[in-house]
């Protein structure tokens, strides 16, 4: 049973309890963790001619956010120096050890955060074992760049019930495109793996979107469906027709899907400049954004667009 079948079903079916919308970042804060380093109390005048003698022998590339040097915390008049991992086995690096004999220095074991704080109260906090310099954290990872209002919410929870009301009529997967604008469906379709193996919800449904797009531009055009589409600037995500905006595909929509997508589904949102991704199942098997901890296409740095992805479940006992 699906599509026309399915509608009816669907038009008188519940919408199922869904869970609170949980975001999936692009990868997860850091937690603290301490690294064991070897640090040398010396004068503040040796400060500089021992960094730069251990940038050499033991740089702090893997600590970038780490500062070398910091001032002694019980003796005003002296700075403490990183010098070295504490080695697993006996004896330093044969560099180190030239440099800790050369300058008599006694040294001590400190912890040492060995992440990168993701926020500026991480930042305060971790600091307090040892000095840490602060970057902008990742923007995926703040959340204000993903909190939503009680009205998205709703709107999102309404969007999300209809699509998996539809995917249980169907017994397949239904992927709807949402302009978060106008709240509008844009298209809503159900995978057909038995028509196609590439049918899945995403591709029909992307497929459906650039359809009426493509009946827009040749309507403005003043052409038939039969004329062609007129070409498009190549990579342009929003292009100017008669004055009014035309999205490149699924710019700035939103897209709502039963369950998770695979990669193949996944980088063709990505390729479609999606703005956010919703679901309900996770597919530990093949999904692609997270859903239970595995593979996210959203952190992929080298990408040239990212897309939020909210997952919202079915309340307990409604599986």
């Avoid at 009816?8 to 975001?23: E, F, Q, T």
């Avoid at 070398?68 to 008049?77: L, N, S, T």
């Avoid at 300058?103 to 704080?117: K, R």
């Avoid at 909190?147 to 992927?175: F, I, K």
Wanted: glycine share 8%; proline share 9%; charged share 20%.
């Amino acid at each position: 049973m699906c599509d026309s079948q399915a509608e009816a079903v669907c038009a008188g079916a519940p919408a199922p309890p869904l869970a609170k919308p949980r975001v999936i970042p692009a990868r997860d804060p850091p937690t603290l963790q301490l690294a064991r380093w070897y640090a040398a109390t010396i004068p503040t005048s040796h400060g500089g001619i021992l960094t730069r003698a251990l940038a050499g022998p033991c740089p702090l590339t893997a600590l970038h956010h780490v500062k070398r040097i910091r001032r002694h915390p019980q003796d005003a008049a002296a700075l403490q120096i990183l010098v070295c991992p504490v080695p697993d086995g006996e004896g330093l690096p044969e560099g180190v050890s030239a440099i800790v004999q050369e300058h008599s220095l006694s040294l001590s074991e400190v912890g040492v955060p060995e992440l990168a704080p993701a926020t500026r109260a991480d930042w305060a906090g971790w600091g307090a074992h040892w000095p840490l310099t602060w970057r902008a954290p990742d923007p995926q990872l703040q959340p204000e760049h993903v909190a939503l209002d009680p009205a998205e919410e709703t709107a999102m929870r309404q969007h999300l019930a209809a699509v998996v009301v539809r995917a249980d009529a169907c017994g397949a997967n239904v992927c709807a495109v949402v302009d978060p604008f106008t709240d509008k469906v844009l298209a809503c379709c159900t995978a057909a793996p038995d028509v196609h193996p590439l049918q899945h919800a995403v591709m029909l449904a992307v497929e459906a979107v650039a359809a009426g797009q493509r009946a827009r531009l040749q309507q403005e055009e003043g052409g038939s469906a039969q004329d062609g589409c007129p070409k498009r600037p190549r990579l342009a995500e929003d292009i100017m027709l008669h004055g009014a905006p035309c999205p490149y595909l699924c710019t700035g929509y939103d897209v709502y899907l039963a369950v998770e997508p695979c990669i193949m589904c996944a980088m063709a949102l990505v390729h479609s400049r999606a703005r956010r991704v919703i679901f309900c199942d996770a597919d530990a098997a093949g999904g692609a954004l997270g859903g239970t901890g595995g593979l996210r296409l959203q952190a992929e740095r080298s990408l040239n667009h990212h897309y939020h992805v909210y997952h919202l479940a079915r309340a307990c006992g409604h599986a």
